[in-house]
């Protein structure tokens, strides 16, 4: 179903996302988040949390803090 495709879509960005953020700590979300397809910040930060409990910013911030 279309819905499916979208579901699977949607992680696949959100997963590129973790992985670019991962790679480039110090990039922001804006430019990640276009990076991987996204083209609503609201969207994304909605789907970003849902799936993860933590905002897009925190994660990036984690990632700093980590290397």
Known sequence: AASDVYKRQNYLRLEYFRQ????????NVKELMFACGFTSRATFYRN?????????SKF???QRVEQ
């Open 20 to 27: 670019l953020a991962a790679e480039n700590p110090k990039s």
């Open 60 to 62: 990036i911030e984690n």
């Open 48 to 56: 970003f949390s849902e799936k993860y409990g933590v905002s897009p």
